[in-house]
């Protein structure tokens, strides 16, 4: 495996790791809250599958293990994208987190979620679910972009210091089955990077035209997303 795909794909399974690990703390304190606000929902089970009002060992173990397994499967996505990502740095930070975490808070918000018609105020838990993945995707990004740049430990670090930290991936669990393609892809993909970019120098590994398509298509997702989330939101308030 190339030097540049063992770096890259360790310093993403970490920044997973720790968002991963963001999500399970503030998706415990998002619920706590919103089953504070309405103890006469204490025991209605959760669209996520968690009953309201109780803070159990076992809840928060399953949560952890969840979010992690879709954490890493979307640090696979986000490694396989980041060629066609807006903006570099902190551009591409924002960027990301409007555009994956608007898009992920689509999939979350319905109207017909116990979490959206019976918790109130009905506000507050749109609130919640939005600026939940929004921030976790910020986190995710800001430590993925810093992780990943020339001068990093990632980077710069003996290999057999670095290579261990592969074992991150495996808390993707049973979503190594749906990574599995993706990483194939993404190493193919970081491997060209490695001969033919140089992206600190100002060279691009893709061609303009097939960069500006990525991201026109990741725009037209992100705006797709935008629009649905708008449309739950106004049918749930209104």
Known sequence: MGDGVVRTAAAGGCAAVVAGLATAVLGRLAM????????????????????MGQLTLGGTAQ??????????????????LRPFLLGTGAVRVVTSALGFGVTIAALLVHPDGVDFTRLEPLWLGIALFVA????????????????????????????????????????????????????????????????????????????????????????????????SLAGDISTILG
Not at 63 to 80: C, D, E, S
Not at 153 to 169: D, G, K, Q
Not at 220 to 227: D, H, K, P, V, W
């Open 32 to 51: 706590s809250l919103l089953a504070a606000r309405n103890p006469e929902d204490a025991g209605t089970l959760s669209d996520d599958g968690f009953v």
């Open 63 to 80: 949560l952890t293990a969840t979010v992690l397994q879709l954490g890493m499967v979307g640090a696979g996505l986000y490694l396989l």
């Open 132 to 227: 939940l993945p929004v921030l976790v995707v910020a986190l995710f990004a800001a430590l993925a972009e810093h992780w990943l740049r020339e001068d990093s430990w990632f980077m710069t670090a003996r290999r057999s210091h670095v290579a261990p930290l592969l074992v991150t991936w495996v808390c993707a669990g049973i979503g190594l089955i749906l990574l599995a393609p993706l990483f194939l892809i993404t190493l193919a993909m970081v491997a060209f990077n490695d001969r033919s970019r140089d992206e600190f120098h100002g060279k691009r590994a893709l061609p303009m035209g097939l960069r500006r398509a990525g991201q026109a298509l990741l725009v037209a997702i992100a705006g797709l997303g935008t629009i």
